[in-house]
């Protein structure tokens, strides 16, 4: 095949009759970019003094070439006076890849700049109709992410000349680089305008203590055998940073059965890295407040780019996803992928875990201290009823902070991870909207196979200076009525809850005490084996929201939440994690924050009241889980 045969394939014009009647010249914008590229691409094992002689020497050629384009134009029939231009774009510019909701040409200083969407909403797929193709392929070791970009680039190169067959699949393309660079570090130095994500696990202890639970349930832990591969680079994953969109999932309506089987179909259990990151609301059936309405009901993301965190290395990745019956092509999904990946930086510069320094100009919390006791007090009081089922309602707090300078969500989030090792920490953020952050120590579940895992985490006393007043601390949460309450509130509603999709679920311990940097828990975790994998969804469903963050019986609690907070709780409170081909995992958001532009930032926490709360010491809890976050915020505020 001829160099130009290379570059100028049939199939680049498929499904543009009107195109190719208008003869070559008006694709050749497009056709010298292809030139350029494959050109350089060869150029970089060439001497240096022959590739300047040849750059020289091609770019007169497409000067030349691009006047004899554009003067060609004028005899098109498809651009003749009777009939303008289609989208508004310059006629000399118009090239077969372009699709009006997807792409658009701005021309400065004789410069080109692509708008890129959002891609395409997988929720509005058939989830019965399977994708065409779903695979990753594992390219070349690289010694550095700048030889890693260099990978990727030709290999979508390949993609581009050689497209698959299929009107719809997801490829993801991976390179492992040798030596571990944290994914965070990457991400802050990244393009921040596009969308973009972030989720880290928790500590390989934690993680421990769940996996010999499913092993003393399941005899290997791996449920039927077909999990996310336990001994492979997803099951070695500490965290993932991401950029870009290849397929995303949001939606005005409450998560369904139909959202959940729409990312099902874009996930493979041979592809276990391809994941979708994201969150779903506290409670769908509440108003949508103007800061939350980015994020819909429910928001995911499969990235365009991602850098993955191993334990030992780390794979830089892009995936591509397309479905011609969500009107998105092949074509449209390269010519996005390319855009992102000329956006990406392949300079990873260490992340100063410091917030920079600024001055607040307001601070206000909703409930304020008076509002608060009375709605506290207006719990207790239902509680006491005898025609009231509450037994407990949790109550939140959103404390808004205004500065002069905007807070970098990354730098943020860099900063709490020194004291939440054993916490999940997580970022989302779609395009042109704000980012919601969290550290959070609560699982909601883990599923690898049919094996899956939650946990109860109630209860808060904060930590002793001494050793012997932590001891003495974690004696009075072990001893405490009100305290084994409302723990036991969370840890049975959790166990009946997978009763009704599992089969031998073992609560184990009973009771014990977990320990953060700043404040501990009660706890217990609690594991079953699903009859089927569709029953995820049920467990999803049924799961969220736990008594840990909404109350028992849980409507009755989640109504009077409604009718009593005056904030949009958003996502606060709600799962937050990621779906897999082989397994799953998910996060309850608390410990969060919502980080706009123009220094506006919203931080959230919330506390359970039953028999025998006092206002003024729930008060204190609130402020004691919000102190991990505006600690980091006050000494910038200084």
């Not at 891609?119 to 390219?139: F, K, V, Y």
């Not at 994690?577 to 082989?582: C, I, K, N, S, V």
């Amino acid at each position: 095949m001829s160099f130009l045969d290379e570059v100028w394939k049939p199939n680049y014009l498929r499904g543009y009759p009107q195109v190719r009647a208008i003869s070559m010249p008006l694709c050749l914008p497009s056709f010298l970019g292809r030139i350029m590229y494959l050109f350089i691409s060869a150029a970089r094992s060439t001497p240096i003094a022959s590739t300047a002689h040849c750059i020289s020497s091609l770019q007169a050629l497409c000067c030349s070439l691009m006047a004899t384009a554009i003067a060609g134009v004028r005899w098109c029939p498809l651009f003749s006076a009777s009939q303008p231009p289609k989208h508004g774009l310059s006629s000399a510019f118009v090239t077969p890849s372009m699709r009006p909701t997807t792409l658009r040409i701005l021309s400065h200083k004789h410069r080109t700049r692509r708008s890129i969407s959002m891609s395409m909403n997988g929720c509005d797929c058939d989830p019965r109709s399977p994708i065409g193709i779903a695979e990753t392929r594992t390219l070349q070791v690289a010694s550095t992410p700048s030889s890693a970009m260099d990978h990727l680039g030709a290999a979508i190169a390949s993609l581009r000349a050689n497209p698959p067959d299929t009107s719809s699949g997801i490829i993801r393309l991976q390179v492992p680089i040798q030596g571990k660079i944290e994914s965070i570090d990457w991400l802050h130095s990244q393009d921040p305008h596009l969308p973009r994500c972030y989720f880290s696990r928790r500590s390989s202890r934690i993680r421990s203590s769940s996996d010999l639970l499913l092993e003393s349930l399941n005899g290997n832990g791996n449920g039927n055998g077909n999990g996310d591969g336990r001994s492979s680079a997803a099951n070695k994953l500490v965290s993932v940073a991401g950029i870009g969109s290849a397929v995303f999932f949001r939606h005005l309506r409450p998560f369904s059965f139909h959202d959940w089987s729409s990312i099902r179909r874009f996930l493979s259990m041979d592809s276990p890295l391809i994941r979708a990151y994201g969150a779903i609301r506290f409670d769908a059936r509440s108003n949508l407040s103007p800061e939350w309405e980015p994020f819909g009901c429910f928001y995911f993301v499969v990235p365009q780019v991602e850098f993955d965190e191993l334990e030992e290395g780390s794979v830089l990745a892009t995936t591509i996803a397309w479905d011609a019956s969500l009107s998105w092509t092949w074509e449209n999904a390269i010519d996005s992928l390319e855009a992102v990946m000329r956006k990406v930086s392949s300079l990873v510069g260490k992340l100063k875990r410091q917030l920079p320094r600024a001055s607040i100009l307001s601070n206000s919390h909703c409930p304020d201290k008076t509002n608060w006791e009375l709605a506290v007090n207006k719990v207790l009081h239902s509680i006491r009823r005898d025609d009231s089922p509450i037994t407990k309602v949790v109550l939140a707090r959103s404390s808004k902070f205004v500065t002069d300078t905007d807070l970098d969500p990354v730098t943020l989030l860099a900063c709490l991870q020194s004291e939440g090792k054993d916490s999940y920490q997580f970022c989302f953020q779609p395009p042109n909207a704000p980012a919601f952050i969290g550290n959070t120590p609560e699982q909601l579940f883990r599923r690898s196979g049919l094996s899956i895992s939650s946990e109860a985490l109630a209860a808060t006393r904060a930590r002793g200076a001494t050793k012997a007043l932590d001891l003495q601390i974690e004696q009075e949460l072990l001893t405490s009525p009100k305290d084994i309450l409302e723990f036991s509130i969370v840890r049975d509603g959790i166990r009946d809850k997978l009763k009704a999709v599992c089969d031998g679920v073992v609560v184990e311990p009973e009771l014990t005490v977990r320990k953060l940097p700043r404040v501990q828990h009660l706890n217990a975790l609690i594991a079953g084996r699903l009859r089927s994998e569709d029953d995820e969804y049920a467990v999803l469903s049924s799961l969220h929201p736990t008594p840990a963050v909404c109350g028992s019986p849980m409507e009755d609690a989640r109504d009077f939440i409604a009718e009593t907070e005056a904030f949009d709780r958003g996502m606060y409170a709600g799962p937050v994690g990621w779906f897999g081909g082989g397994g799953s995992e998910f996060a309850v958001g608390i410990r969060s924050a919502l980080i706009e532009k123009g220094g506006k930032a919203f931080f959230y926490a919330g506390t359970g009241i039953v028999e025998g709360s006092d206002p003024s010491l729930e008060w204190k809890e609130l402020e004691m889980k919000t102190s991990q976050v505006c600690r980091k915020i006050s000494r910038c505020l200084r």
